[in-house]
């Protein structure tokens, strides 16, 4: 398996809280990924990252930012949680034009 | 039109049939094809690469058809063990944008 981690694997949250998810990888891939996966609506991408410094905006960005300092880890941050961002979040890594890997994902509840 | 379509299923067959996922996409600068499989609260894991002239792999097997823009995943000899969604997934290059279907889901009867 691809050496990717995600942290916390579970979290609940109060609305208004501010909330980091991490992921790490060890597999030096360039492309990093963050997704959600709700019931009805598969698997949608919230931000990426091409590179250390270099990310760009997916199809559900607003209320989230992200932020990758270094080749391994890749960060999501909500700044104000919203029970509409109580989800499964998965990070991916990928190389170009190769297959994804997927961690193993976190479920977050905002209450 | 969503950049990705797959028929969410789900599909119920009974062990040893013989079942085939069609999914469409809609760019046709689309360089990479891939099906994942996702059970249940777990993550997508790569089931096979897609390859243009078609690939094959145990009971699974792949093709692509880019005139028509469709991918296809057939499973022959259903087994309980293959009860899973099952993704279809694009790479449209660039900055290595990759699109998901919302998958389909399969459930193998005894």
């Known amino acids: 398996d691809a050496g990717i981690t995600q942290s916390p694997r579970h979290k609940v949250t109060e609305t208004g809280t501010p909330v980091t998810l991490r992921c790490h990888q060890t597999?030096?891939?360039?492309?990093m990924y963050w997704y959600r996966q709700d019931p009805g609506h598969g698997l949608r991408l919230i931000h990426y990252s091409y590179g250390v410094k270099d990310t760009d905006k997916g199809e559900v960005s607003d209320g989230y930012s992200v932020s990758r300092s270094k080749t391994e880890d890749f960060l999501l941050t909500l700044e104000s949680a919203t029970s509409s961002q109580t989800s499964v979040y998965f990070c991916a890594i990928s190389e170009w034009n190769t297959e994804a890997f997927f961690g193993q994902g976190t479920r977050l509840t905002v209450v | 039109r969503k950049e990705v379509e797959q028929d969410p299923g789900p599909f119920n067959v009974p062990e040893g049939a013989t079942v085939a996922f069609n999914c469409t996409y809609s760019n046709s600068a689309s360089q990479s094809f891939f099906w994942y499989r996702q059970d249940c609260r777990k993550e997508p894991k790569l089931l096979m690469s897609?390859?243009?002239s078609g690939n094959e792999d145990g009971r699974f097997t792949a093709q692509l058809n880019r005139a028509s823009q469709y991918i296809s995943l057939l499973i022959r000899d259903s087994k309980l063990s293959d009860s899973a969604t099952y993704l279809c997934?694009?790479?449209?290059?660039?900055?290595?944008?990759?699109?998901f279907g919302t998958g389909t889901k399969l459930q193998v009867i005894p």
């Open positions: 997934v694009v790479n449209s290059g660039g900055y290595q944008k990759v699109t």
């Open positions: 597999e030096n891939h360039r492309y």
């Open positions: 897609v390859y243009s």
